[in-house]
C-alpha cells in the first residue's frame, strides 16, 4: 500500500459522483462538554478561517475499487450508516476562535447523505483534476462535514471506485487504512440486506479526546515525559529537528511550488524476507533494520552523525478504538547517534535501548509537551513504519488496489518518511522541499536500500559495512546504528504518520 497524491493514483474513467453528510431537516447540533483532542485544538488555531482553500495540502484520504456492482442507493445508505456509527464524523465545533472550542455532536439518526453527480467529467486525468479542486476547497476544521466521498462508477466492468477525503481533525492514517475493508464490509451488508456488524471497537474519538486532554493536564515541567523531551530538544537548540541537508542545500522561498514526492518500492518480497530473516537471527524485528538503515544512509550520504527527528504513533489505548475513525495519534521524539563502533549486534540493542527509553514519552501528547516546554515549532522531519500484516485482510487491501492519499504540500522545509512492509516488498514515499534536489534524495534512497540489502548478507556486518561507506568521500568514519524494532518502540497500534502530525 502506498502513501501518495491522487495524481499518482490512475482512476479509470467512469461516472463520478460526490457524497457528503448532512443533517435531516429539523435536527440540530448538540454541545458537548467534552473537549477536543489537544492536537485538534491546536490544528483548528492553524486554520485560517477565511482561507478559500483550507485543504490545500492538509487533507489526508483513501482511494480503492469496490469489487461489486454500483447502486446509488445503497451506496448512500451505506455511507450514511458509516457516518452514524462513527460519532468522529458526526462532531464538529461551534466556534474556531474561542482559546477552547466548544464541541457539537449530531446524533446518528439525524444523518442523511447527498449525492452530487458531476456530469461531463469522465476521464481519469479530469476526474483526479477535479476531486482534488474539491477536497482542496470543501475540507477544513472549521466547516462540517469534515469528510467527503465520491464514487466512480465503471460502466465497463459494472464495478466501482470510492474516494474518502477527509480534514484531519477527524481521519488518521490508521483509519485510512482500515476504512477500505470497513466499507467493504458495509455495502456488502447493505446490498445484500443481512445484518450490519457492531462493535465495541467502533469507539467514541471524543471519549478518546477526554481520556488524552486528563492526560495532558496531569504533565507538569519536572515529569519525566516532559523531562526526556526537554533532554531532546536542547540538543537542537530549543527546536524540532529537521532534515538537515534538505534545509542547507535549499534555495530561496519556494511555498507556491508543491514538494517533490518520491513513492517506489525498494526491496522485493525476496529480497525482504531475507532481510527479515537475517534480522530475526539477531533477536530483532524488521523495523530496525529500516531505521537503522535510516542512520545508515543519513551518515553515508550527508554526513551527520546523528538521524535525529520524531516518529508519529497510533495512540488507541484501548481495543474499543481500534476501528474508530478520527484523530488519534501522537509522536515521540528518537535520536540515533552513529557510533565507530560497527559490530552490527551491540549497535542493534544500542539503538534497542533508544527506542525503549522513547516509551516514557508514548502517552505525553507532544502538543502539551511543547506548551510546557515554551516551543512554538512544528514538526518538520517524521519517519513513520507500518508492517502491513497488522491489518486484517491486508492482501485483499491490495486486490483492491487500496491506497492511502496525502494532499500535495507546500512546505519549504519539511521532509516525512513513510516506509511500509508491504505484501509485495518494503516500499517508501517521501515529500520534501521543492529546492532540494531530487538527485540528492534518490542518492539517499539508494544508500538506503543498500544499506537493507546489507543486512541479507550472510557474512557479519561488521565485514561488509567498510564497502557501504567507500562510495561516500564526505564521511570521515564510517558507523551504524540500528532502530525502530516494534518491541521497543510504544506499545501502541502501528500506523503510518500522517502527511501532516
Known sequence: MDYTHLSEFA?????????????????????????????????CRETDAADLRPGRGRWIGTIFEMDAPFDAEHWRETARQWHARH???RTTLARHDSPEPERLVCAAADIGVTGEPVPGVTGSREINEYLTGALESRLSPLQWPHCLLATVE????????????ADHSVMDAYSQAIVILELRTLYRSVAGGGPVRESPTFGSAADFAQWERSTAAALTTECEPVRYWRRFLDGSGGMLPRFEPAITAGGGPDGERVQASVSRKLLSLTELERVEQAVAQRGHRLAVAVFAALAVAYRCTFGYESLRAIMPIATRPD???LESMGWFVNVVPIDITLAPDLDPDSALESTRTVLRRSR???????????????????????ISFLDIRVLPDYELVRSLRGHTLRAESYSTDEVFFWIVRAADGLRLSTRFPAS???IEMDSFLTEFTRAMREFAAEARMSATVPDLFTTSPAVSSAAAVLCGDTDAAPARIPAPAPAQV
Not at 154 to 165: K, N, P, Q
Open 154 to 165: 465503471h460502466a465497463d466492468t459494472g464495478d466501482f471506485t470510492v474516494l474518502v477525503g
Open 87 to 89: 460519532e468522529g464524523l
Open 436 to 438: 532540494f534536489p531530487t
Open 11 to 43: 482512476v479509470r474513467p467512469g461516472a463520478l459522483t460526490l457524497w457528503r453528510a448532512e443533517l435531516a431537516a429539523g435536527s440540530e447540533w448538540a454541545a458537548d462538554d467534552r473537549p477536543l483532542a489537544s492536537v485538534h485544538v491546536r490544528h
Open 360 to 382: 516514557i514519552a508514548s502517552d505525553a501528547p507532544w502538543t502539551r509537551v511543547l506548551e510546557l516546554l515554551d516551543c512554538g515549532d512544528r514538526p518538520r522531519f517524521g
Open 319 to 321: 481495543l474499543r478504538w
